[in-house]
């Protein structure tokens, strides 16, 4: 009997010990899951900190490099490339209600086109690198599909944001008889590089220190003395590089150059046409500086 109840007692200890283990587990668990949230958040506090100190300084070195505001896709669009993908690519232009076109004017004098197009859809967009040779490629079967992939285009249901007037950078495509010079002077282009102008203007106004304020004047003028706006007369207009460098404090890399100044439009773009308040842009700059660096 004592034997019996001994041995009962013993189990009783042993089972004791493994829920005791068990539970000095889960509390151990426990603060190190907590302790790894507050580490996490005293990270991203510092990080802030240490952005703010920096953007207050005025000039941040090492700007880092731009990024684009969705995820992209690639596609090179020339003679070789498989009629699958030239009918996808139509498919997908008449699923796109925003483009985004930057032409190159680099082979003018030759019977090249080189024209980038962003079909910019709402979780990401794919961008069209084109290019078509007038001489050798005029009776193909890829010139009728870029005549289609025109005219869903250039349809009056579609928006086509540039940076700046490219209609007579256009041009050319008209003369290889991808679109008509008609189709072409009918489209409204949605000039972002004015647009963008408005909104830098409405958005980051003049300081109260600057005689351009104490005129109760808005506008660009040579008296205004604000470092923040880099253009001193109401005629020019901004570059696309000084507006990444003023709006995002993001530079353009010489690799793969015109791809960034194609998506670089359209993120300009989709800030200017939501209308970004100053916090807006500072909340994405602070997420940017501590989730990307
Ligand atoms: C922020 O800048 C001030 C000087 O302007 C400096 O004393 C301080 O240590 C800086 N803080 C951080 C977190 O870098
Ligand atoms: C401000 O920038 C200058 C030049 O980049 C640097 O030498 C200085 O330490 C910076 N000051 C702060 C407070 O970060
Ligand atoms: C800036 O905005 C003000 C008011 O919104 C406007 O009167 C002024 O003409 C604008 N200036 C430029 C250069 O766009
Ligand atoms: C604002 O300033 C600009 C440049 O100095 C000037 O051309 C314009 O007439 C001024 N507008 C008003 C309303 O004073
Ligand atoms: C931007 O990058 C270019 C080359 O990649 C560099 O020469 C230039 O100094 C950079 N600009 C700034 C403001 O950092
Ligand atoms: C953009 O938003 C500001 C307020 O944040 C407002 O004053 C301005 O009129 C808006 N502009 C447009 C074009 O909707
Ligand atoms: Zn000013």
């Known amino acids: 009997m004592q034997h019996v109840l001994s041995s009962s007692s013993n189990l009783f200890d042993y089972i004791g010990a493994i829920l005791m283990g068990f539970l000095l587990y889960i509390l151990a668990l426990f603060l190190t ?114 005549v289609l992939f025109f005219s869903i285009l250039f349809d009056s249901s579609k928006t086509i944001q540039t940076w700046g007037d490219c209609k007579e950078q256009l041009d050319i495509g008209a003369s290889f008889l991808l679109f008509t010079h008609g189709e072409l002077s009918k489209i409204q282009f949605l000039n972002l590089q004015q647009n963008f102008k408005h909104w830098y203007n409405d958005t980051f106004p003049h300081k109260i220190q600057c005689p351009q304020y104490l005129k109760y004047n808005t506008s660009d003028s040579k008296s205004c003395s604000c470092s923040h706006r880099p253009y001193k007369s109401k005629s020019s207009q901004w570059s696309l590089l000084q507006a990444l460098l003023y709006t995002f404090n993001e530079n353009l890399t010489t690799s793969m150059f015109d791809i960034q100044k194609c998506l670089a439009i359209t993120k300009l773009g989709h800030i200017v046409r939501e209308n970004w308040s100053i916090e807006q842009l500072n909340k994405y700059k602070i997420n940017r500086y501590i989730y990307h660096e």
Do not use: M, W
């Open 33 to 146: 899951i907590v302790i790894g949230i507050l580490s996490i958040d005293f990270l991203i506090y510092c990080k802030k900190k240490i952005y703010k100190n920096q953007s207050n300084n005025n000039t941040i070195k090492n700007l880092p490099d731009f990024k684009a505001l969705k995820p992209y896709t690639l596609l090179f669009i020339h003679v070789l490339q498989s009629s699958f993908i030239l009918d996808e690519l139509l498919t997908q232009a008449k699923r796109t209600k925003i483009f985004t076109i930057l032409p190159k004017t680099k082979s003018q004098h030759t019977n090249q086109l080189y024209l980038h197009v962003e079909l910019v859809q709402d979780t990401r967009s794919i961008l069209v690198l084109i290019e078509y040779n007038y001489d050798y490629e005029r009776n193909s079967r890829y010139h009728h599909q870029l």
